[in-house]
């Protein structure tokens, strides 16, 4: 999976939202006003990617694959 630029944005200001025009124009719906910078998204998304992909070692450890399961089944 890979991290979008909204779950950047909505893991930064959960308190608020955002809303995107047709024209793809970002209105931030955030109550304080303080909107994230270019650069405080872009480092949320390769944090958020780097705990992504941490944990994908663990739930691959803990399920193992479906023709494996399949082979424990028969």
Do not use: H
């Amino acid at each position: 999976m890979t991290i979008t630029k909204n779950q950047a944005v909505l893991s930064l200001r959960p308190e608020g939202g955002f809303s995107v025009t047709e024209d793809g124009i970002v209105e931030y719906l955030i109550p304080d006003g303080t909107e994230p910078s270019e650069s405080e998204i872009q480092i949320e998304m390769i944090r958020l990617q780097e705990e992504y992909d941490t944990l994908q070692y663990q739930r691959d450890r803990q399920y193992p694959s479906i023709g494996d399961q399949l082979d424990m089944q028969y």
